[in-house]
């Protein structure tokens, strides 16, 4: 009878147990934009290798990178590299031992969210003032 009663219990508190949280979901998008930035990456080397291939080729990558489809995805990258970043300073803190009080953990993850957005929108708006 206990035998029985032991196999149905879970291996370990999950959703049964920890409610999902704000935090939960900046845990999985900072996850989610690490991998996003590698992608990223494979972009901007293939960029950089146009550039020092040919002028041609160059000007056909950066119009890819220019049109409408590819300034969102820019856009995209932008905001995954805000995101992480501020998702790696909230981890620094805690690493740090501070900021553990579920009032600062909630402070810390919107401001991870607002100041990712915000930041991104600043950079678009500094990089499209530098080229006009």
Known sequence: ????????????????????????????????????????????????????TSDDYFIFVNGLFAHWLGRLVLFGFTWALMHHLLGGLRHFIWDTGRGFDLNKVEWLVRANVIGSILLTVLIWIIGYGVRA
């Open 1 to 52: 009878m206990s035998q029985n009663r032991i196999s149905s219990r879970p291996l370990s508190p999950h959703l049964q147990v920890y409610h999902p949280m704000l935090s939960t979901a900046m845990s999985i998008f900072h996850r989610i934009t690490g991998i996003a930035l590698s992608a990223g990456m494979v972009l901007l080397v293939w960029w950089f290798s146009a550039a020092s």
